[in-house]
């Protein structure tokens, strides 16, 4: 069973950054997509950024310019920069990877935008 252990959650003013990391708990294998999904309050969970294996990316358009995704594959890690955060990106934000048929997801880290 692979684990994603998220970090870097936390509370910060509109127009700050963030950076959230994630870090699977195997080395047998590379997960061959990592990214991030967000969840807010009375919404369903959506898609914020992923990446994969050869370092193709895709993001949400309400993200895109503001938010980075990057990944390590040695390290089987993934990380959000996110930049000009807005108050509309106060969510759950969860990890994800993906290895063969398999979906694995972190537990989730907050993510509040508030003055």
């Known amino acids: 069973q692979v684990q994603l252990v998220e970090s870097g959650g936390g509370m910060v003013q509109p127009g700050g950054s963030l950076r959230l990391s994630c870090v699977a708990s195997t080395s047998r294998f590379t997960l061959y997509v990592m990214g991030w999904y967000r969840q807010a309050p009375g919404k369903e969970r959506e898609l914020v950024a992923i990446?994969?294996?050869?370092?193709?990316?895709a993001y949400a358009d309400s993200v895109k310019d503001r938010f980075t995704v990057s990944k390590d594959n040695t390290e089987n890690t993934v990380a959000l920069q996110m930049n000009s955060l807005q108050p509309e990106d106060t969510a759950v934000y969860y990890c994800?990877?993906?290895?063969?048929?398999?979906?694995?997801w972190g537990q989730g880290t907050q993510v509040t935008v508030s003055s």
């Open positions: 990446v994969t294996n050869d370092y193709t990316t």
């Open positions: 994800y990877g993906k290895w063969m048929s398999l979906n694995y």
